[in-house]
T-cell receptor, first 113, second 115 residues
Framework: AQTVTQSQPEMSVQEAETVTLSCTYD???????LFWYKQPPSRQMILVIR??????QNATENRFSVNFQKAAKSFSLKISDSQLGDAAMYFC??????????FGKGTRLSVIA | DTEVTQTPKHLVMGMTNKKSLKCEQH?????MYWYKQKAKKPPELMFV???????INESVPSRFSPECPNSSLLNLHLHALQPEDSALYLC??????????????FGSGTRLTVV
């Protein structure tokens, strides 16, 4: 069974600084997809960024980028120029064909003004 | 329309009540999901509907009963709930179980309190 591990229950970052959230996963599949979701206090889960396992190039979406290390089964999220609105729970998630999303336990990010 | 709409946003119910949660999407997605989320925890998958058929039946108590009247609608019927069932209930949709690239679109959830 696939598992997703987020080892940092809480993180904090100063406004305008950079922070990296860690995620590791375990799977025997060769083709799969990885996601980072953000859940602010408003509750709605918002897709931040996604990565296909076959693509070696790391995904980037504006201030958000990932460091995907397939051999190490690692998928970290880097947030640059952190803003107060980035404060939220961040969930790493895994999915392969025919299966629902598998979530990690989440990392609570605080942004300090 | 790129949204998943959930109603109601908040619900307080007694342990003997019967209520329903509703979820609707008009993105043409063919898979819909119910998740239960406790505070500071990740969402836990309850049910999956793929092409209007229940394709994964989790070991969820029978006091929760899902219904998928058509490809755009998903209901969760609640009956004789317990206080420990109080949680945020999230609905999500996706293109289909066989199309994992697109991830899910989530609704904003129903905050359920059982008294």
């Amino acid at each position: 069974a696939q598992t997703v591990t987020q080892s940092q229950p809480e993180m904090s970052v100063q406004e305008a600084e950079t922070v990296t959230l860690s995620c590791t996963y375990d799977t025997s599949e060769s083709d799969y997809y990885l996601f980072w979701y953000k859940q602010p206090p408003s509750r709605q889960m918002i897709l931040v960024i996604r990565q296909e396992a076959y693509k070696q190039q790391n995904a980037t979406e504006n201030r958000f980028s990932v460091n995907f290390q397939k051999a190490a089964k690692s998928f970290s999220l880097k947030i640059s120029d952190s803003q107060l609105g980035d404060a939220a729970m961040y969930f790493c998630a895994y999915r392969s064909e025919g299966t629902p999303l598998v979530f990690g336990k989440g990392t609570r990010l605080s942004v300090i003004a | 329309d790129t949204e998943v709409t959930q109603t109601p946003k908040h619900l307080v119910m007694g342990m003997t009540n019967k209520k329903s949660l509703k979820c609707e999407q008009h993105m043409g997605h063919r898979a819909m999901y119910w998740y239960k989320q406790k505070a500071k925890k990740p969402p836990e998958l309850m049910f999956v509907y793929s092409y209007e058929k229940l394709s994964i039946n989790e070991s969820v108590p029978s006091r929760f009963s899902p219904e998928c009247p058509n490809s755009s609608l998903l209901n969760l019927h609640l009956h004789a709930l317990q206080p420990e069932d109080s949680a945020l209930y999230l609905c999500a949709s996706s293109q289909g179980l066989q199309v994992p690239w697109y991830g899910y679109t989530f609704g904003s959830g129903t905050r359920l309190t059982v008294v």
